[in-house]
């Protein structure tokens, strides 16, 4: 049996319900049997009837109120943030022993902390955006921080460890700044200040389907009258952001870079079955901004249009991943 386990109590709680919905939608048109609950933030697993499960013998799935237990042979993390992408959840069910849609516990760390992701991509010659980081907030690096912001002016100040945009501040006056790094520091144990790129916002996925590592052609994201693509203009019922599937006016050539940069950073961390991966464009100059190991999954989403538009229907690339683990 299958197990669509989402929420995670944490921040993205809600989206993680809604990529679940998608999710389950597909698993209805396979063969598989599948059981979907929710995980809470006590790290209780529940399903819509509120009732408890646990796992006992490592893979048994048991209902604590009918005692029904069933063998789970493969899990969809549906979880956005953590502890769906930071590597808690894997490395759970790696002490389980069941196989599991995504990459594993480091490289899910790996790729959410975005301190590692810029290093990484450093390493094997992606361009990042030049950044600082901040460990706490001590006058040292108070003192960091206001020359960063003196050498470039307008700036982003991110806490490492969040996804969809939390903790996530644009700032281009310096009596914010201080302010907006004693904000993300509560959220993560770190906090990145970048320099603002003033390009095009490319979203691109890479994905294994047949033992066949593919990566797409890139989507743009294209905002009004919003200077980021914040939490709320993602995921909010009044937003007026768009995703061109097909970015227009990218060069061929351009195109083909982002394909091999997205493939060349998805094998450097060891990523496995799926990813999104997103990109800055200024001018010629490709910036990598950040990986998503478990990116949404709605009809709106950016990962199954783009999946789709290379040919491959969303059920059959879902029944590849999980004949593959059995």
């Not at 209780?44 to 006992?56: A, G, L, R």
């Not at 022993?97 to 450093?122: D, R």
């Not at 959220?187 to 996925?205: D, H, W």
């Not at 083909?256 to 094998?267: D, E, G, N, V």
Request: hydrophobic share 35%; glycine share 6%; charged share 25%.
């Amino acid at each position: 049996m299958i197990l669509l386990l989402c929420g995670g109590g944490g921040s993205e709680h809600e989206v993680s319900l809604k990529s679940a919905d998608y999710i389950e939608s597909k698993l209805k048109l396979t063969s598989h049997k599948y059981i979907r609950l929710t995980l809470l933030k006590n790290f209780q697993m529940i399903d819509n009837e509120k009732h408890s499960y646990v796992f006992q013998h490592s893979s048994n799935l048991v209902s604590e109120f009918t005692n029904v237990s069933n063998k789970i042979t493969y899990i969809i993390p549906c979880i956005h943030g953590t502890p769906g992408e930071d590597g808690k959840i894997q490395a759970y069910f790696d002490l389980l022993k069941i196989p599991y849609m995504g990459p594993g516990q480091e490289a899910s760390l790996m790729s959410f902390n975005k301190i590692t992701t810029k290093m990484w991509a450093k390493s094997i010659g992606i361009n990042t955006a030049p950044f600082e980081v901040i460990t706490n907030t001590n006058s040292i690096n108070f003192e960091k921080a206001e020359v960063f912001f003196n050498q470039h002016k307008d700036i982003y100040v991110k806490a490492t460890h969040q996804g969809s945009s939390i903790g996530v501040y644009h700032v281009t006056d310096f009596s914010e700044l201080k302010e907006k790094i004693i904000k993300a520091i509560e959220l993560s144990p770190y906090v990145l200040l970048e320099k603002t790129i003033k390009g095009r916002e490319l979203e691109v996925i890479v994905f294994e389907y047949k033992k066949e590592l593919i990566s797409t052609g890139p989507a743009e994201i294209l905002l009004t009258g919003e200077n980021f693509y914040t939490f709320e203009e993602k995921y909010g019922q009044t937003s007026h952001a768009t995703v061109e599937i097909n970015a227009p006016g990218i060069p061929d050539e351009t195109k083909l870079k982002l394909q091999a940069h997205s493939k060349a950073i998805f094998k450097a961390l060891k990523l496995k079955d799926l990813s999104r991966i997103d990109f800055f464009l200024e001018g010629e100059t490709i910036y990598l901004n950040e990986i998503n190991t478990f990116p949404g999954h709605t009809n709106i989403s950016v990962f199954p249009r783009l999946l789709e538009s290379t040919g491959i229907k969303y059920v059959d690339y879902l029944n590849d991943l999980i004949n593959e683990d059995k």
